[in-house]
């Protein structure tokens, strides 16, 4: 759906992005991950057209990108903002049409999605009386007003309430089950296991990593596995020998347990469990991988480590 | 295009739908009809007494002027010619505070000059003007014309009058005509200032709020730009009708209402007139009426409204595109809606610059500073006014009046390329200081 190539913007001296190569497929779900400053939001504003790119290529649906495209695509930025004095109905108007939507089909689209979002009752209310989640969601409805093939979106959830991020988060999902393409980009890395599909990630005006989430999992897994059992903690520890390092343990009551264990040397998975069949009753057994925030923080702390020892 | 347009009508809607939109349409005609009320009610109450000698050589007036009613004007009538060096130094012409110079050619040119020693009120040449012109008319009448008085004041020539300083005569004064041009100038860069200043801050506040980057991705920072001086622009221009047909309908209701016309044929009753002649009080009404209708006269017809209507428009328009992308890219390269505080001094200077260009002109309209003031784009809306209103281009010069408006145009057009690239660069910038250096940087980068 959309291919960045080589995209390279500096500000004055500043390098803001340097290199970029990326590709989002398709009806998917794509995190743009990366600490503050890494140059997120420059390459969304330079995907939007909003800044031009000193040198590289972006295509949209196989074609070279033009402004033509950018009717086919919503952006809801990070720092959003709507006219204060301006009622909400005039706004979504104004903004849809600026989408291309024409006079008839914005009222139509304004109906089915104040509808969905239950803020019918807002309309006729000026921005200013809204509070900021209210605000946020008329931002969020704003964006999709024009159904766009390609949706960008910059901390979608910052400012919501848990109510509303369950809302935000599921109207994503059934965007994409309608083959919509999503690019979030993201300090919320629960959201980003939830949902995403895909994701890459920017440090330091470079891309660092991209690949699918349990594919940048994966690559980080340290052979950390987890078993959960119910018997006696004892004839646990005695059944494992020296091939099997007890990382920690969490005791969850009614004599069930849930252990982590490293292996050592050439030990696998099928010979943890061959030595507890029959010493306990496990209930569950899985490898741990990485959360997405341990793939950031490992992915991007020894890069700020090395820049702190240089 | 369609960005802009869409962008231009919501400027339009939210300018039209604001407070001080609404205060500014009904206070400023108010306040502008008060000030031409207070000027022709109460302006001629401080009397002065001028004594002037009328040098006929050809005896077109026929030593007589109407105005033996006047208290505050005596002629007197020379036969022969009067070198203005001699009038000034000469004794027996100490007693005359003016001499109005009746030339042979009078009757075609339509030019009459006045030599002063003091600068008269401009109540006070008014009354010479119109005295002068009066008796021109029933002259005309008498000598070339059946026609009566009212029929022939709708077909003549206006006459101009101007009034020299005899002992400084080359340095024209300004007459009445250039006033109102200075007043149209005037007009112009009180609506473009406030209104510059209005896309200014709307500017500057879409940044603050952060909807611009929202816009951003829809429509381009030219389109962005643009629209909003289009839109700020017609809202401007709504503006200005509003306060035409307002001060119009004024100006009717007070020649209906508080002055009685004396010009109307219908109210031109010699009888009358002779009734009343010994009431002061009546002398007084038909007076300032007089002068009022002077002024109106001045407005409708001497002025060549047509012309100036039209060039008006135009200067406007261009003027106001010139400073509009000027204060656009000002809006721009703010880092903060409160940095708009520092750049209020320097654009009031600019407003300043460009009126007292304008009055420059309106009293040196020949000097070669008047020619800078009025090829430069930022003065010239203004000083074309003035030059226009003075009756400059009619004397050979017209195609200076579209030199200027070519100039204009190209700089404007300039102007909002720079203002673009400005814009451009600029929009997204949030919190920073605004420095040259930036701002030299931003100029040369296109993207």
């Given at each position: 759906m959309l291919e960045v190539k080589n995209i390279s913007k500096s500000f004055f001296r500043k390098e803001a992005l340097n290199d970029i190569s990326l590709k989002v497929n398709k009806g998917e779900i794509f995190g743009l991950l990366g600490p503050n400053g890494a140059g997120k939001t420059t390459l969304i504003r330079v995907v939007n057209r909003i800044v031009q790119q000193d040198s590289g290529s972006i295509r949209f649906d196989g074609e070279l990108m033009t402004e033509v495209h950018l009717a086919q695509m919503g952006y809801l930025p990070e720092e959003r903002g709507l006219y204060?004095?301006?009622t909400v109905e005039a706004h979504a108007v104004f903004l849809g049409r600026l989408r291309g939507l024409s006079k008839k089909g914005v009222q139509a689209k304004i109906n089915y999605w104040f509808e969905r979002f239950e803020i019918n009752d807002w309309r006729k209310k000026r921005v200013e009386e809204l509070s900021k989640g209210m605000a946020q969601k008329v931002q969020f409805v704003c964006t999709v007003l024009h159904e766009p093939k390609f949706l960008i979106l910059d901390?979608?959830?910052?400012?919501?309430?848990p109510i509303n991020v369950e809302m935000i988060k599921q109207e994503l999902i059934e965007m994409r089950a309608a083959g919509k393409t999503i690019m979030l980009s993201t300090h919320n890395m629960k959201s980003v296991e939830e949902i995403c599909d895909r994701a890459a990630l920017i440090h330091n005006s470079k891309k660092i990593a991209e690949g699918t989430i349990s594919e940048l999992q994966s690559e980080r897994k340290i052979g950390l596995y987890a078993v959960r059992f119910k018997g006696s903690m004892i004839a646990f520890v005695n059944a494992l020998w020296t091939g099997f390092e007890v990382q920690d343990k969490e005791v969850l009551g009614d004599d069930r347990f849930v252990i982590r264990i490293k292996m050592r040397g050439n030990n696998s998975f099928e010979d943890l469990l061959k030595v507890l069949i029959g010493q306990v009753k496990i209930e569950a057994a899985w490898e741990v991988l990485p959360t997405m925030e341990d793939v950031f923080i490992d992915l991007v702390q020894p890069k700020i480590l090395e820049r702190h020892e240089e | 295009m369609k960005n802009s347009m869409l962008i231009a009508i919501r400027e339009w809607k939210e300018r039209m739908g604001s407070r001080s939109f609404v205060l500014f349409s009904v206070l400023g005609p108010l306040i502008i009809l008060g000030l031409i009320y207070l000027m022709f009610a109460f302006g001629g109450k401080s009397k002065q007494h001028w004594n002037v000698l009328v040098a006929d050589p050809t005896g077109?007036?026929?030593?007589?002027?109407?105005?033996?009613?006047?208290?505050?004007i005596s002629y007197a009538f020379a036969d022969g010619y009067i070198e203005m060096e001699e009038f000034a130094n000469a004794k027996k012409y100490q007693?005359?505070?003016a001499l109005l110079e009746v030339n042979e050619k009078v009757l075609s040119n339509k030019m009459g000059f006045v030599f002063f020693r003091e600068k008269p009120s401009v109540r006070m040449q008014t009354r010479v003007q119109y005295h002068f012109e009066r008796r021109l008319e029933e002259v005309m009448i008498n000598e070339f014309t059946s026609l009566s008085l009212s029929d022939f004041r709708k077909i003549k020539q206006p006459l101009s009058v101007y009034f020299r300083d005899v002992y400084d005569p080359n340095n024209q004064s300004s007459d009445l005509s250039g006033w109102v041009g200075f007043f149209y100038g005037t007009i112009i860069f009180t609506f473009i200032f406030l209104f510059g200043m209005t896309i200014m801050r709307s500017v500057s506040r879409e940044k603050s709020n952060r909807i611009v980057e929202v816009l951003l991705a829809s429509a381009s920072p030219n389109q962005l730009m643009i629209g909003k001086i289009i839109g700020v622009g017609f809202s401007a221009l709504a503006q200005f009708l509003i306060w035409i047909v307002m001060i119009g309908l004024g100006l009717y209701f007070m020649r209906e209402n508080l002055f009685p016309d004396i010009l109307n044929a219908a109210n031109l009753n010699v009888y009358d007139l002779a009734l009343q002649a010994g009431d002061h009080s009546y002398q007084e009404t038909m007076f300032t009426s007089r002068e009022y209708n002077q002024f109106v006269e001045l407005i409708y017809n001497r002025v060549q409204f047509v012309n100036m209507t039209a060039f008006f428009i135009l200067f406007f328009i261009t003027g106001y595109i010139f400073y509009g992308a000027l204060f656009a890219a000002v809006g721009a390269t703010?880092?903060?809606?409160?940095?708009?505080q520092q750049f209020i001094l320097p654009l009031i200077f600019l407003l300043c610059f460009a009126l007292y260009g304008g009055y420059y002109v309106l009293n040196y309209p020949d000097s070669p500073m008047a020619d800078v003031l009025h090829y430069l784009p930022f003065t010239s809306p203004v000083v074309v006014m003035v030059k226009l209103a003075q009756g400059y281009y009619v004397q050979g010069h017209v195609y200076e009046i579209y030199l200027t408006l070519l100039l204009l145009i190209i700089s404007a057009f300039a102007m909002l390329g720079i203002a673009s690239r400005l814009y451009k660069n600029g929009i997204l910038q949030f919190g920073h200081r605004v420095r040259l250096k930036h701002i030299f940087k931003w100029l040369q980068n296109p993207n």
């Open positions: 204060k004095n301006m901390e979608p959830f910052s400012g919501f309430d | 077109i007036m026929g030593n007589k002027i109407m105005a033996s009613e006047d208290r505050s007693p005359y505070d703010m880092g903060s809606e409160s940095d708009g």
